[in-house]
């Protein structure tokens, strides 16, 4: 019965890894129930691409270029991710620019083409990246960082905000307050934020909670709270906002 219970348990921890990066799962198949429970482990799942990322870095510096590193660095997220984050920024900027009314936002953040807001938000975020990259001597701890808070921001954007669409996979997220993960998100990240970059490291931390909050209320405001695009929206600016932080 142990084994049995452990196993079940990992199968919240191997949802939230198929569903967070390209990682094959192997034969393991998530159930409904899986993918309603791996929110909580998210933050897990954030600390193991935060340690991958952080090895990446210190290789990365030791035998390329700085630029050729800082480049690879702000773009291999997007691999990790199949750019599925960077699709939800997108989508969220087409509709959110779109100065339509909230049910034609939802319309156009549903459609799978990218018009010119979504592309102008993708060139930005990667060159935002990489210039914020290229401006450090020391990456490592920046990169794991982000990776953490990246993963920790989405859970607690989740707990904070009410799902905008009557269906859809995001609406599983929204049946109940992950309250375990919200505190597991915020610990991991003033944890290993103080451990890796000090006070900064906290700093950013607080800042990523405090976004994810302002967010929350502007996606409410704007089309009647969350989708899947606003997630991974939420994603990648508070990657973003985490490497701001950390290179003063």
Not at 94 to 100: A, E, K, T, V
Request: charged letters at 15%.
């Amino acid at each position: 019965y142990k084994r049995q219970d452990q196993g079940n348990q990992m199968r919240p921890f191997l949802a939230a890894l198929s569903m967070l990066s390209c990682i094959p799962p192997g034969r393991f198949c998530p159930t409904e129930q899986d993918i309603m429970r791996s929110i909580h482990f998210f933050p897990a799942a954030g600390i193991l691409f935060g340690a991958m990322f952080y090895a990446l870095a210190w290789l990365f510096t030791v035998y390329l270029p700085h630029p050729a590193a800082a480049m690879l660095l702000a773009l291999l997220p997007e691999f990790l991710t199949k750019g599925f984050h960077l699709d939800g920024l997108a989508d969220t900027a087409d509709g959110f620019m779109s100065s339509r009314p909230k049910e034609r936002k939802l319309e156009i953040m549903r459609d799978s083409r990218i018009g010119t807001m979504g592309v102008f938000a993708i060139v930005a975020l990667l060159g935002m990246k990489f210039a914020l990259f290229d401006s450090m001597t020391d990456m490592m701890a920046p990169a794991a960082l982000m990776m953490l808070n990246g993963r920790c921001a989405m859970v607690l954007y989740i707990g904070m905000s009410r799902y905008a669409r009557p269906d859809g996979l995001g609406a599983l997220f929204f049946r109940t307050k992950p309250w375990f993960g919200m505190v597991f998100a915020y610990c991991a990240m003033l944890a290993c934020g103080w451990f890796l970059a000090g006070v900064k490291g906290l700093a950013a931390a607080v800042m990523v909670t405090v976004f994810a909050f302002v967010w929350s209320h502007i996606t409410r405001r704007v089309i009647g709270g969350a989708t899947g695009d606003t997630i991974g929206a939420n994603e990648e600016l508070s990657e973003l906002l985490t490497l701001f932080l950390l290179i003063f």
